[in-house]
């Protein structure tokens, strides 16, 4: 195989790049696998851990376009992973809930992850890997709009 040229593989925007197209693929296989996909997750995660929400709010937390946020939330419902109620505080806002089939997709979704941590992550040992995930935190953190 070609190697790339050095003064690529020394710079993290590279090395991040190059790890992003690659994890990305293995995520979306992973998903796949399980009739999922990464909105779908996000939306689960953040409706586990923070409870009920409105889709606006489910767009801002997770990051997702509100256009993207309504897809996604329709999907779920489709499948019964979550349920879409009027708000009683807003006539015109849907309150999203996660459900326990939902629950019960987050966790397969949750191995899917596990999984592709291990693999992304292989070369490294466990202190490693917490190491680099904080320090990519971090970094990330910075470059978040406050």
């Given amino acids: 195989m070609d190697e790339p040229p050095e003064r690529l593989t020394t710079k993290p925007s590279w090395l991040i790049s190059q790890l992003a197209v690659h994890v990305r693929r293995l995520v ?5 696998a399980v009739e999922a996909r990464g909105y779908h997750y996000r ?9 009920p929400a409105s889709q ?18 329709g999907e779920l419902a489709g499948r019964g992973f979550v349920e879409r109620t009027p708000d009683p505080d807003h006539g015109r806002r849907n309150r999203v809930t996660l459900t326990e089939d939902g629950l019960r997709q987050l966790r397969r979704m949750d191995e899917v992850l596990d999984r592709v941590q291990d693999d992304l992550l292989g070369p490294l040992p466990a202190e490693d890997r917490q190491t680099l995930t904080r320090l990519l935190g971090r970094v990330l953190a910075h470059h978040e709009p406050h």
């Avoid at 979306?28 to 796949?32: T, V, Y």
């Avoid at 939306?43 to 409870?51: R, W, Y």
């Avoid at 606006?56 to 939330?73: F, P, T």
């Fill in 43 to 51: 939306i689960l995660a953040a409706l586990h851990e923070f409870g």
């Fill in 28 to 32: 979306f296989e992973g998903f796949a």
């Fill in 56 to 73: 606006a709010e489910l767009g801002r937390r997770c990051r997702v376009d509100r256009s993207d946020v309504v897809a996604a939330v």
